[in-house]
């Protein structure tokens, strides 16, 4: 939803919008989605005072490639103390791949850590024999059946994991090609001069719609591809 940024009067506004072209757009991890291109917003009375309404802004992304996200679909934060802007989308499903893959990173370090005691018991082992101090086989084999069996169980956690995030997957890249259709069946319409005004307003929404869910198809795949590795084992 549209956002206050701050009081100030009429003739400044213009001069406080240009100070943002250029800042960094970022997502809701820190990840560098463009730089501001162009800001769209309106400006309102309240009180006798001059308020900044920010309603969507533009951004260049590498290779050029311009993306625009609207108060419509996106959550659009500014952060003055480190000149970016914190954009994410308004949607269920972003916020059950940002769920999961808090949970994964949660999973992986505890996995990583049952490996690095895996090995600790090994290196500790053999320091111990280097100082002829007996150990008792079961001892040690009791000791390493609880960590497998710890980090068998991470695995599996993080297996279930994944298989959710690509269900997720699947259901974005469905509604992707639904949007695709839509977008194209009112495009043509646009360039053969038959779009109502009505119409036109939901080729811009479907337009924002399908770049917030490619970037998070991409954000998935991303996902997928990091922690298919470190949950192996």
Known sequence: MPFSLFNTGRAKVEKVI??????????????????????DYKVEKVDGKTRIVIQGITVVGDGGAVNKYTVGSSEIEIDESNRRFVVKPKDELYKAVEKIERELSTIAGNLRNVNEKLLKLGDAILNMISRNEKIPEDVVENFRKILENERNRYIRECGSRLDGLSKLKDEVDARIRDAEEEYGNLRLR????????????????????????????????????????????
């Open 190 to 233: 646009k360039e053969l001069g038959m779009l109502s005004s009505e119409e036109e307003g939901r080729l811009n929404e479907l337009r924002d719609r399908l770049n917030m869910l490619r970037y998070l198809r991409s954000w998935i795949i991303e996902i997928l591809n990091k922690y298919r590795g470190e949950c192996s084992g």
């Open 18 to 39: 240009q100070s943002y072209i250029g800042w960094r757009v970022v997502d809701g991890f820190g990840r560098i989605l463009g730089y501001v291109k162009n800001i």
